[in-house]
T-cell receptor, first 117, second 117 residues
Framework: GAVVSQHPSRVICKSGTSVKIECRSL??????MFWYRQFPKKSLMLMAT?????????EQGVEKDKFLINHASLTLSTLTVTSAHPEDSSFYIC?????????????FGPGTRLTVT | AQTVTQSQPEMSVQEAETVTLSCTYD???????LFWYKQPPSRQMILVIR??????QNATENRFSVNFQKAAKSFSLKISDSQLGDAAMYFC??????????????FGTGTLLAVQP
Protein backbone atom coordinates (compact mmCIF):
# COMPACT_ATOMS: atom_id res chain seq x y z
CA GLY A 1 0.00 0.00 0.00
CA ALA A 2 0.88 3.67 -0.21
CA VAL A 3 3.40 4.99 2.31
CA VAL A 4 3.46 8.33 4.07
CA SER A 5 6.48 9.34 6.09
CA GLN A 6 6.93 12.01 8.71
CA HIS A 7 10.10 13.57 9.98
CA PRO A 8 11.11 13.88 12.70
CA SER A 9 9.31 11.20 14.70
CA ARG A 10 10.12 12.99 17.93
CA VAL A 11 11.29 16.51 18.61
CA ILE A 12 11.98 18.48 21.75
CA CYS A 13 12.29 22.22 21.48
CA LYS A 14 12.53 25.15 23.83
CA SER A 15 9.68 27.52 24.39
CA GLY A 16 9.74 30.37 21.90
CA THR A 17 11.48 28.49 19.13
CA SER A 18 9.98 27.17 15.92
CA VAL A 19 9.92 23.60 14.73
CA LYS A 20 9.18 22.15 11.30
CA ILE A 21 7.58 18.77 10.64
CA GLU A 22 7.77 17.23 7.19
CA CYS A 23 5.22 14.91 5.64
CA ARG A 24 6.05 13.02 2.46
CA SER A 25 4.07 10.68 0.26
CA LEU A 26 6.73 8.20 -0.82
CA UNK A 27 5.19 6.34 -3.71
CA UNK A 28 2.28 8.42 -4.88
CA UNK A 29 1.31 11.99 -5.62
CA UNK A 30 -0.89 13.58 -3.03
CA UNK A 31 -2.98 16.47 -4.22
CA UNK A 32 -4.37 16.91 -0.75
CA MET A 33 -2.71 16.55 2.63
CA PHE A 34 -4.25 16.85 6.06
CA TRP A 35 -2.70 17.75 9.39
CA TYR A 36 -4.12 16.43 12.63
CA ARG A 37 -3.36 16.90 16.28
CA GLN A 38 -3.99 14.18 18.82
CA PHE A 39 -3.95 14.31 22.59
CA PRO A 40 -3.40 11.13 24.63
CA LYS A 41 -6.27 8.67 24.32
CA LYS A 42 -8.26 11.17 22.30
CA SER A 43 -9.44 11.31 18.74
CA LEU A 44 -7.69 13.01 15.86
CA MET A 45 -8.47 16.71 15.56
CA LEU A 46 -8.16 18.08 12.05
CA MET A 47 -6.09 21.24 12.00
CA ALA A 48 -5.94 22.05 8.32
CA THR A 49 -6.27 20.78 4.79
CA UNK A 50 -3.65 21.68 2.23
CA UNK A 51 -3.64 21.43 -1.51
CA UNK A 52 -0.48 21.52 -3.56
CA UNK A 53 0.37 25.03 -4.65
CA UNK A 54 -2.37 26.81 -2.74
CA UNK A 55 -3.00 28.12 0.74
CA UNK A 56 -4.10 25.73 3.43
CA UNK A 57 -7.64 25.74 4.75
CA UNK A 58 -7.62 25.88 8.53
CA GLU A 59 -10.27 24.51 10.84
CA GLN A 60 -12.07 26.85 13.16
CA GLY A 61 -10.02 27.71 16.21
CA VAL A 62 -6.65 26.81 14.67
CA GLU A 63 -4.26 29.75 14.52
CA LYS A 64 -2.95 29.97 10.99
CA ASP A 65 -0.10 32.27 12.00
CA LYS A 66 1.07 29.81 14.59
CA PHE A 67 0.73 26.64 12.56
CA LEU A 68 2.18 27.40 9.15
CA ILE A 69 1.45 24.84 6.49
CA ASN A 70 3.20 24.66 3.16
CA HIS A 71 2.37 22.17 0.42
CA ALA A 72 5.06 22.96 -2.10
CA SER A 73 4.91 19.79 -4.14
CA LEU A 74 2.71 16.79 -4.75
CA THR A 75 4.81 14.73 -2.36
CA LEU A 76 5.72 17.14 0.43
CA SER A 77 3.84 19.17 2.99
CA THR A 78 5.34 20.88 6.02
CA LEU A 79 3.87 22.06 9.30
CA THR A 80 5.84 24.71 11.15
CA VAL A 81 4.90 25.43 14.74
CA THR A 82 6.07 28.98 15.33
CA SER A 83 7.01 30.39 18.72
CA ALA A 84 6.17 27.09 20.34
CA HIS A 85 4.85 26.95 23.88
CA PRO A 86 4.37 24.01 26.25
CA GLU A 87 0.66 23.87 25.40
CA ASP A 88 1.66 23.05 21.79
CA SER A 89 3.14 19.78 23.01
CA SER A 90 1.17 17.06 21.30
CA PHE A 91 1.21 14.29 18.73
CA TYR A 92 0.90 15.59 15.18
CA ILE A 93 -0.20 13.31 12.35
CA CYS A 94 -0.25 14.04 8.66
CA UNK A 95 -2.30 12.25 6.08
CA UNK A 96 -2.09 12.24 2.31
CA UNK A 97 -4.87 11.55 -0.11
CA UNK A 98 -4.41 9.77 -3.38
CA UNK A 99 -7.00 10.09 -6.07
CA UNK A 100 -7.65 6.54 -7.10
CA UNK A 101 -10.57 5.99 -9.41
CA UNK A 102 -12.23 8.89 -7.60
CA UNK A 103 -12.28 7.05 -4.30
CA UNK A 104 -9.63 9.31 -2.78
CA UNK A 105 -7.84 6.84 -0.58
CA UNK A 106 -6.23 8.45 2.45
CA UNK A 107 -3.03 7.29 4.11
CA PHE A 108 -1.55 8.33 7.41
CA GLY A 109 1.97 9.10 8.48
CA PRO A 110 3.42 7.59 11.66
CA GLY A 111 3.11 10.86 13.57
CA THR A 112 5.48 13.28 15.27
CA ARG A 113 5.64 13.77 19.00
CA LEU A 114 6.42 17.37 19.84
CA THR A 115 7.53 18.30 23.33
CA VAL A 116 8.03 21.97 24.14
CA THR A 117 10.03 22.64 27.30
CA ALA B 1 -23.25 18.55 9.83
CA GLN B 2 -22.27 14.94 10.07
CA THR B 3 -21.34 13.40 13.40
CA VAL B 4 -19.90 10.06 14.46
CA THR B 5 -20.53 8.57 17.89
CA GLN B 6 -18.70 5.73 19.58
CA SER B 7 -20.43 5.04 22.88
CA GLN B 8 -17.89 2.54 24.24
CA PRO B 9 -14.74 4.30 25.50
CA GLU B 10 -13.18 0.97 26.46
CA MET B 11 -13.81 -2.67 25.70
CA SER B 12 -12.12 -5.89 26.69
CA VAL B 13 -12.11 -9.31 25.06
CA GLN B 14 -10.49 -12.65 25.76
CA GLU B 15 -8.04 -13.94 23.23
CA ALA B 16 -9.77 -16.07 20.56
CA GLU B 17 -13.18 -14.63 21.44
CA THR B 18 -15.34 -12.26 19.42
CA VAL B 19 -15.98 -8.62 20.20
CA THR B 20 -18.21 -6.00 18.59
CA LEU B 21 -17.44 -2.29 18.64
CA SER B 22 -20.33 0.10 18.15
CA CYS B 23 -20.55 3.17 15.97
CA THR B 24 -23.48 5.37 15.03
CA TYR B 25 -23.48 8.38 12.79
CA ASP B 26 -25.74 11.14 11.67
CA UNK B 27 -26.02 12.40 8.11
CA UNK B 28 -28.61 13.60 5.65
CA UNK B 29 -26.67 12.23 2.69
CA UNK B 30 -27.57 9.05 0.91
CA UNK B 31 -24.15 8.03 -0.34
CA UNK B 32 -20.95 8.17 1.68
CA UNK B 33 -18.06 6.12 3.01
CA LEU B 34 -17.63 4.62 6.45
CA PHE B 35 -14.34 3.42 7.85
CA TRP B 36 -12.84 1.67 10.81
CA TYR B 37 -9.27 2.63 11.64
CA LYS B 38 -6.97 0.94 14.14
CA GLN B 39 -4.36 2.86 16.10
CA PRO B 40 -2.03 0.52 18.00
CA PRO B 41 0.42 1.76 20.65
CA SER B 42 2.81 2.78 17.86
CA ARG B 43 0.19 5.47 17.00
CA GLN B 44 0.27 4.55 13.28
CA MET B 45 -3.26 4.77 11.88
CA ILE B 46 -4.20 1.64 9.96
CA LEU B 47 -7.29 1.23 7.81
CA VAL B 48 -9.15 -1.87 8.94
CA ILE B 49 -12.20 -1.84 6.74
CA ARG B 50 -14.21 0.41 4.47
CA UNK B 51 -17.89 0.40 3.53
CA UNK B 52 -19.62 2.31 0.75
CA UNK B 53 -23.11 3.30 1.77
CA UNK B 54 -24.77 2.34 -1.49
CA UNK B 55 -23.51 -1.23 -1.14
CA UNK B 56 -25.88 -3.30 0.92
CA GLN B 57 -23.43 -6.13 1.45
CA ASN B 58 -21.41 -5.84 4.63
CA ALA B 59 -17.67 -5.45 4.09
CA THR B 60 -15.33 -8.12 5.46
CA GLU B 61 -11.57 -8.33 5.77
CA ASN B 62 -10.39 -11.64 7.16
CA ARG B 63 -11.34 -11.63 10.88
CA PHE B 64 -12.91 -8.18 10.66
CA SER B 65 -16.44 -7.61 9.48
CA VAL B 66 -19.01 -4.88 9.79
CA ASN B 67 -22.72 -4.79 10.41
CA PHE B 68 -23.90 -1.83 8.36
CA GLN B 69 -27.46 -0.80 9.10
CA LYS B 70 -28.09 2.20 6.87
CA ALA B 71 -31.58 3.03 8.07
CA ALA B 72 -30.44 2.92 11.68
CA LYS B 73 -27.20 4.74 10.80
CA SER B 74 -25.21 2.12 12.59
CA PHE B 75 -21.82 0.71 11.59
CA SER B 76 -20.45 -1.80 14.07
CA LEU B 77 -17.16 -3.68 13.78
CA LYS B 78 -16.91 -7.34 14.69
CA ILE B 79 -13.51 -8.83 15.42
CA SER B 80 -13.51 -12.61 15.41
CA ASP B 81 -10.87 -14.86 16.96
CA SER B 82 -9.33 -11.88 18.73
CA GLN B 83 -5.56 -11.79 18.90
CA LEU B 84 -3.20 -9.94 21.21
CA GLY B 85 -2.17 -7.77 18.28
CA ASP B 86 -5.72 -6.50 17.96
CA ALA B 87 -5.26 -4.45 21.12
CA ALA B 88 -5.51 -0.86 20.00
CA MET B 89 -7.66 2.23 19.81
CA TYR B 90 -10.32 1.85 17.14
CA PHE B 91 -11.84 4.84 15.40
CA CYS B 92 -14.98 4.88 13.33
CA UNK B 93 -14.99 7.53 10.60
CA UNK B 94 -17.35 9.01 8.04
CA UNK B 95 -16.59 10.73 4.77
CA UNK B 96 -18.92 12.25 2.27
CA UNK B 97 -18.59 11.19 -1.34
CA UNK B 98 -19.09 14.72 -2.57
CA UNK B 99 -16.74 17.66 -2.71
CA UNK B 100 -13.80 15.91 -4.28
CA UNK B 101 -10.38 15.34 -2.79
CA UNK B 102 -10.66 17.86 0.02
CA UNK B 103 -13.60 16.36 1.84
CA UNK B 104 -12.74 15.47 5.38
CA UNK B 105 -12.80 12.35 7.49
CA UNK B 106 -15.02 12.80 10.52
CA PHE B 107 -13.81 10.65 13.38
CA GLY B 108 -15.57 9.25 16.39
CA THR B 109 -14.02 9.52 19.83
CA GLY B 110 -12.56 6.03 19.70
CA THR B 111 -12.84 2.75 21.57
CA LEU B 112 -9.82 1.39 23.40
CA LEU B 113 -9.79 -2.39 22.99
CA ALA B 114 -7.85 -4.58 25.39
CA VAL B 115 -7.23 -8.24 24.58
CA GLN B 116 -6.75 -10.51 27.56
CA PRO B 117 -4.55 -13.60 27.15
Amino acid sequence: GAVVSQHPSRVICKSGTSVKIECRSLDFQATTMFWYRQFPKKSLMLMATSNEGSKATYEQGVEKDKFLINHASLTLSTLTVTSAHPEDSSFYICSARQELRSSYEQYFGPGTRLTVT
Amino acid sequence: AQTVTQSQPEMSVQEAETVTLSCTYDTSESDYYLFWYKQPPSRQMILVIRQEAYKQQNATENRFSVNFQKAAKSFSLKISDSQLGDAAMYFCAYRTKYGGATNKLIFGTGTLLAVQP
